[in-house]
């Protein structure tokens, strides 16, 4: 279980094919001796939770199965490319986000990002990100104010146009997160509100 509060950014190392349908990911270590990580943690890569199969100083490995390929956009990373990084949550650790699994629903296209002066608040640069959903079947869990993870951040809904999803990035979540690597026309995870999965999944089979 995560929450969507990215702390640590990491570099891509190598993405490399073991079968015609799953890769090794290799990151660079970004977490401190102090708070050492363990073989066989659970570690959100961009949203999506992976094991730790191997580890070093310098470099953690992940392996992504073929459903983990098939779902998300871990497969297009490039080395140099920038990932968001987040550990599991422990009990009693203050739930700043909100309640992400790393279970990826889907990939969303990222159509607009650019500098937005807010009104009414000068000097203050914020960030006006849209993406557009792959999967229009993802859209009822959406609503507007509602939480949502989009490569593994947890993040408001601002407004929703059609399959479009608006929202405003202020500066701190810009510099902490990977945010500022990716490219217009990439894709990226998307993870909806486990609740609303849960309500509608109540509302189609009410117990008897």
Request: net charge negative; hydrophobic share 40%; aromatic share 8%.
């Amino acid at each position: 279980m995560f929450t969507g509060i990215i702390k640590h950014v990491a570099k891509v190392i190598s993405l490399e094919a073991t079968s015609p349908e799953s890769f090794t990911l290799k990151v660079s270590m970004p977490f401190s001796v102090d708070d050492p990580i363990e073989l066989g943690e659970s570690i959100a890569n961009n949203g999506v939770c992976l094991t730790v199969t191997s580890f070093t100083d310098q470099y953690m490995t992940f392996d992504l199965a073929p459903e983990t390929v098939k779902r998300t956009a871990l497969s297009r990373l490039k080395t140099g490319s920038l990932i968001n990084l987040e550990r599991s949550l422990r009990m009693g650790d203050r739930l700043s986000g909100h309640w992400v699994q790393g279970h990826v629903d889907g990939t969303a296209f990222l159509k607009v990002s650019d500098t937005l002066l807010m009104p009414n608040a000068s000097n203050a640069n914020f960030y006006d990100l849209v993406v557009e959903l792959q999967d229009p079947s993802l859209r009822k869990y959406c609503v507007k104010k509602g939480s949502i993870s989009l490569d593994g951040i947890s993040l408001t809904i601002h407004e929703i146009n059609g399959n479009k999803l608006h929202f405003q990035i202020i500066p701190h979540t810009w510099d902490h997160t990977a945010l500022p690597d990716i490219k217009l026309g990439e894709l990226m995870n998307i993870e909806v509100d486990i609740l609303a999965k849960y309500a509608e999944n109540f509302s189609v089979h009410p117990s008897s």
